[in-house]
C-alpha cells in the first residue's frame, strides 16, 4: 500500500520562507509525476506545481518565480521550498503522485502565512 508522508508546514511571517517534503514508501515502483495541491479556506483544491520522473516541472501562475519544485528518485521524495510567502498562499497542502494510472494522495499539511 502507496503512503505519502509530509512534513514542513507551519506558520510563517508574509515574505517568510518553508520546505515542503513528502515521502512515498511501500511501493514497488517509482513514481511517474509527483506534486502539490493546496486548498485554501473556502477554496477549491487547485495545482501548485509538479514534477515528473524526467524533471520536467509545471507550476501554478501564482506561485511562479516564489516556490521550485524537486524531487530525488532514488527516494521517491518531493519538495516545495516556498520563498516570499504571501497570506494567500494559506491553504493545507497535499502532496500527490502518480504511477501506473492510479493516484495517491497524502495527508495534508497546513500552511499559515501572517501578514
Known amino acids: 500500500q502507496v503512503q505519502l508522508v509530509e512534513s514542513g508546514g507551519g506558520l510563517v511571517q508574509a515574505g517568510g520562507s518553508l520546505r515542503l517534503s513528502c515521502a512515498a514508501s511501500?511501493?514497488?515502483?517509482?513514481?511517474?509525476?509527483m506534486g502539490w495541491y493546496r486548498q485554501g479556506p473556502g477554496k477549491q483544491r487547485e495545482l501548485v506545481a509538479r514534477?515528473?520522473?524526467?524533471?520536467?516541472?509545471n507550476y501554478a501562475d501564482s506561485v511562479k518565480g516564489r516556490f521550485t519544485i524537486s524531487r530525488d528518485n532514488a527516494k521517491d521524495t518531493v519538495y516545495l521550498q516556498m520563498k516570499s510567502l504571501k497570506p494567500e498562499d494559506t491553504a493545507v497542502y497535499y502532496c500527490?503522485?502518480?504511477?501506473?494510472?492510479?493516484?495517491?494522495w497524502g495527508q495534508g499539511t497546513q500552511v499559515t502565512v501572517s501578514s
Open positions: 514534477v515528473s520522473s524526467g524533471d520536467s516541472t
Open positions: 500527490y503522485a502518480s504511477a501506473l494510472g492510479n493516484d495517491y
Open positions: 511501500g511501493s514497488f515502483f517509482s513514481m511517474d509525476h
